[in-house]
């Protein structure tokens, strides 16, 4: 026997392992079997098997369903076995010198116990893993026993500010969110769904099309997961009332207070209006019939201008919150009488805790935070003694950054999955926003993903995982483990400047905002010496991009979308210098730099983006192109 000693790495690594004295070793002529009543239903899981042995050693395992083979030509057991599993999403995974054998309760379960068996041929078969007491072809004998803290496990993407991403770009990222165990997919979405009444509104955003849903669901299904319609039904719908046959229906449509100043055009719907809720009804009929998920997020988020505009006498007469809680209940019915359930962003209503009771019971709160030590406990508790199912929802810390703030990323994750469990949250969505432009590409957003999805399957089994290693492997199957170092280490550039402004990053301050307003951000006798330290510090961490030997179909472009991420935060160091009076670099010097940038951020964004938002995303750079 072979002595095994060394644990593997695994995204997420499952709640029980144990490795055993001995290996399995793959041959050809050997079967996958699939035992089931129904076997066609698992038929998927296994051919992602058979791809992967296929891929790693150059053979075919044949799939068979037959119990009539000999049992020495059967490889692996693929069984769907619910009285041996009691947990639905949960699996056995066994591996012995003879055989390998996964069961689970239904086939879901058995598609999660086939994705860590994905993992583990992976690890030990690439040809960049080092296992010298393993003959050739093998892996260690284990047994798994593994289940979900969390029974929904979520990823939202923002495809309304300014990204809508190709349907080639979403389905590899539900097969990279699958292959990691997540079940929910929502599509943040203000104006970038073709409504065919409403043409106006997403005439020049590419959006997604019912038959793009229809399409991305059925993909979405046969992965295990669940794509939610996701429809701001209140505020951030500048979108839609910047249009003559919307405007009446806007709260404020000649302008409003946001907490940190003067907002110039509408944002929210007049929650007296009638008509504003006949429009959120006639969305959700146009909307819903594309998926086959019977539940809605209906945002209804960050409502700053209620109360300032034609609801103000009302929000003066019975307080904002009933104003606000009254106009999310007719949602309510719009979304029960389709036969959905109702999930809403929480931040308002949790201003008004004395509310909360007042929720309907069969609908679900999304707590959102995104800083490290967002009160996650606090707020779950509320929603807990008052019946209401909710979600704890953590962000990737991706947009306002240009390139993440890794160690806030993982901290706002790991807080929200701990003190998630602690009240009994019904799920977990990991939140990737694009603010401001949107201007981080979508692998910036993978460390996050990652983290998010292996915290949310088992915290305790996971919250010491080496997020790093896991990215490498699984995120950018990068053989010479470089980009996953390069990822989380530039997203703790954030950390240089000293200054950590709140869910941005200084050096995406210093890009976008005009030079007097970021001055104060540092003392003009250090500022020279930061920025400079800084660059190096940035220079250090790019040099290795061009070793990286990824062997995704992507690598290439992975090597330039973190190029560009380095590129954007020299600049954003060049203009901080230049700012603060150093000569080093001229106007014309900076003008020219910048040019470059924009032309391959254009380019990039083309890659796996949709046209549409990219003009408006490219405004953001007007600011410093000024300056030049």
């Given at each position: 026997?072979?002595?095994?000693?060394?644990?593997?790495?695994?995204?997420?690594y499952?709640?029980?392992?144990?490795?055993?004295?001995?290996?399995?070793?793959?041959?050809?002529?050997?079967?996958?079997?699939?035992?089931?009543?129904?076997?066609?239903?698992?038929l998927?899981?296994?051919t992602?098997?058979?791809?992967?042995?296929?891929?790693?050693?150059?053979?075919?395992?044949?799939?068979?369903?037959?119990?009539?083979?000999?049992?020495?030509?059967?490889?692996?057991?693929?069984?769907?076995?619910?009285?041996?599993?009691?947990?639905?999403?949960?699996?056995?995974?066994?591996?012995?010198?003879?055989?390998?054998?996964?069961?689970?309760?239904?086939?879901?379960?058995?598609?999660?116990?086939?994705?860590?068996?994905?993992?583990?041929?992976?690890?030990?078969?690439?040809?960049?893993?080092?296992?010298?007491?393993?003959p050739?072809?093998?892996?260690?004998?284990?047994?798994?026993?593994?289940?979900?803290?969390?029974?929904?496990?979520?990823?939202?993407?923002?495809?309304?500010?300014?990204?809508?991403?190709?349907?080639?770009?979403?389905?590899?990222?539900?097969?990279?969110?699958?292959?990691?165990?997540?079940?929910?997919l929502?599509?943040?979405?203000?104006?970038?769904?073709?409504?065919?009444?409403?043409?106006?509104?997403?005439?020049?955003?590419?959006?997604?099309?019912?038959?793009?849903?229809?399409?991305?669901?059925?993909?979405?299904?046969?992965?295990?997961?669940?794509?939610?319609?996701?429809?701001?039904?209140?505020?951030?719908?500048?979108?839609?009332?910047?249009?003559?046959?919307?405007?009446?229906?806007?709260?404020?449509?000649?302008?409003?207070?946001?907490?940190?100043?003067?907002?110039?055009?509408?944002?929210?719907?007049?929650?007296?209006?009638?008509?504003?809720i006949?429009?959120?009804?006639?969305?959700?009929?146009?909307?819903?019939?594309?998926?086959?998920?019977?539940?809605?997020?209906?945002?209804c988020?960050?409502?700053?201008?209620?109360?300032?505009?034609?609801?103000?006498?009302?929000?003066?007469?019975?307080?904002?919150?009933?104003?606000?809680?009254?106009?999310?209940?007719?949602?309510?019915?719009?979304?029960?009488?389709?036969?959905?359930?109702?999930?809403?962003?929480?931040?308002?209503?949790?201003?008004?805790?004395?509310?909360?009771?007042?929720?309907?019971?069969d609908?679900?709160?999304?707590?959102?935070?995104?800083?490290?030590?967002?009160?996650f406990?606090?707020?779950?508790?509320?929603?807990?003694?008052?019946?209401?199912?909710?979600?704890?929802?953590?962000?990737?810390?991706?947009?306002?950054?240009?390139?993440?703030?890794?160690?806030?990323?993982?901290?706002?994750?790991?807080?929200?999955?701990?003190?998630?469990?602690?009240?009994?949250?019904?799920?977990?969505?990991?939140t990737?926003?694009?603010?401001?432009?949107?201007?981080?590409?979508?692998?910036?957003?993978?460390?996050?993903?990652?983290?998010?999805?292996?915290?949310?399957?088992?915290?305790?089994?996971?919250?010491?995982?080496?997020?790093?290693?896991?990215?490498?492997?699984?995120?950018?199957?990068?053989?010479?483990?470089?980009?996953?170092?390069?990822?989380?280490?530039?997203?703790?550039?954030?950390?240089?400047?000293g200054?950590?402004?709140?869910?941005?990053?200084?050096?995406?301050?210093?890009?976008q905002?005009?030079?007097?307003?970021?001055?104060?951000?540092?003392?003009?006798?250090?500022?020279?010496?930061?920025?400079?330290?800084?660059?190096?510090?940035?220079?250090?961490?790019?040099?290795?991009?061009?070793?990286?030997?990824?062997?995704?179909y992507?690598?290439?472009?992975?090597?330039?979308?973190?190029?560009?991420?380095?590129?954007?935060?020299?600049?954003?160091?060049?203009?901080?210098?230049?700012?603060?009076?150093?000569?080093?670099?001229?106007?014309?010097?900076?003008?020219?730099?910048?040019?470059?940038?924009?032309?391959?951020?254009?380019?990039?964004?083309?890659?796996?983006?949709?046209?549409?938002?990219?003009?408006?995303?490219?405004?953001?750079?007007?600011?410093?192109?000024?300056?030049?």
């Amino acid at each position: 026997m072979v002595k095994m000693d060394i644990q593997p790495i695994l995204l997420p690594y499952p709640r029980s392992l144990k490795i055993i004295d001995d290996f399995y070793t793959f041959s050809t002529n050997q079967q996958i079997l699939l035992e089931s009543e129904h076997p066609q239903s698992i038929l998927f899981s296994g051919t992602q098997i058979q791809k992967a042995i296929l891929a790693q050693l150059g053979f075919k395992y044949e799939i068979n369903a037959s119990t009539s083979i000999l049992r020495e030509q059967i490889g692996i057991i693929l069984r769907v076995a619910p009285v041996h599993v009691n947990n639905h999403q949960g699996y056995l995974l066994h591996i012995t010198p003879s055989s390998i054998c996964i069961e689970a309760n239904n086939e879901q379960g058995l598609f999660y116990g086939c994705a860590t068996l994905i993992q583990i041929i992976y690890y030990y078969l690439s040809h960049s893993s080092k296992n010298d007491s393993l003959p050739v072809g093998s892996i260690p004998c284990m047994d798994i026993a593994d289940w979900p803290d969390f029974v929904n496990r979520g990823v939202m993407l923002d495809i309304s500010r300014n990204k809508v991403p190709t349907m080639d770009t979403i389905f590899n990222l539900v097969d990279l969110l699958s292959s990691w165990k997540i079940n929910q997919l929502q599509l943040y979405t203000e104006h970038t769904f073709a409504y065919k009444q409403h043409p106006e509104i997403w005439a020049d955003a590419s959006p997604f099309t019912g038959e793009n849903i229809l399409i991305l669901d059925t993909y979405c299904r046969e992965r295990y997961i669940e794509l939610v319609p996701n429809q701001n039904s209140f505020g951030h719908l500048e979108h839609w009332l910047n249009h003559p046959r919307y405007k009446s229906l806007a709260e404020a449509p000649d302008g409003f207070d946001f907490p940190w100043g003067h907002h110039s055009g509408p944002f929210s719907l007049c929650p007296l209006d009638p008509g504003s809720i006949k429009l959120v009804g006639s969305l959700y009929d146009e909307l819903l019939p594309h998926f086959s998920s019977c539940q809605i997020n209906v945002g209804c988020d960050e409502t700053f201008d209620l109360g300032q505009g034609r609801s103000k006498n009302q929000c003066a007469s019975v307080g904002s919150g009933r104003v606000y809680l009254d106009f999310l209940l007719k949602i309510y019915e719009q979304v029960t009488e389709r036969g959905y359930k109702m999930q809403f962003w929480g931040d308002i209503i949790m201003a008004h805790p004395e509310l909360v009771h007042e929720l309907p019971k069969d609908s679900i709160a999304l707590e959102w935070g995104y800083e490290a030590k967002h009160p996650f406990y606090d707020h779950g508790e509320i929603f807990a003694h008052a019946g209401l199912p909710f979600y704890v929802c953590p962000g990737t810390s991706s947009w306002n950054s240009i390139a993440g703030r890794t160690d806030n990323c993982i901290q706002n994750l790991a807080n929200a999955a701990k003190n998630g469990l602690k009240n009994g949250a019904a799920g977990y969505l990991i939140t990737d926003w694009g603010d401001n432009g949107h201007w981080q590409v979508l692998p910036v957003s993978y460390l996050g993903f990652a983290a998010g999805a292996a915290y949310s399957w088992s915290y305790q089994a996971n919250v010491d995982l080496d997020i790093m290693a896991a990215l490498e492997r699984y995120a950018f199957q990068d053989t010479a483990y470089i980009l996953g170092k390069v990822a989380y280490d530039l997203g703790n550039i954030y950390h240089q400047i000293g200054i950590e402004p709140e869910n941005s990053s200084a050096l995406f301050e210093i890009l976008q905002r005009p030079i007097q307003e970021w001055k104060g951000y540092l003392e003009p006798d250090k500022a020279i010496s930061v920025l400079s330290h800084t660059l190096d510090v940035i220079d250090m961490v790019a040099v290795s991009i061009s070793t990286a030997t990824s062997t995704r179909y992507d690598k290439g472009l992975l090597e330039r979308e973190f190029t560009l991420t380095a590129n954007l935060l020299r600049h954003a160091c060049l203009r901080g210098l230049f700012g603060f009076g150093s000569t080093s670099n001229s106007r014309n010097f900076l003008a020219s730099d910048l040019k470059k940038i924009i032309d391959e951020f254009t380019d990039i964004w083309l890659l796996r983006n949709r046209p549409g938002g990219l003009e408006d995303s490219l405004t953001y750079f007007n600011t410093p192109r000024k300056d030049y």
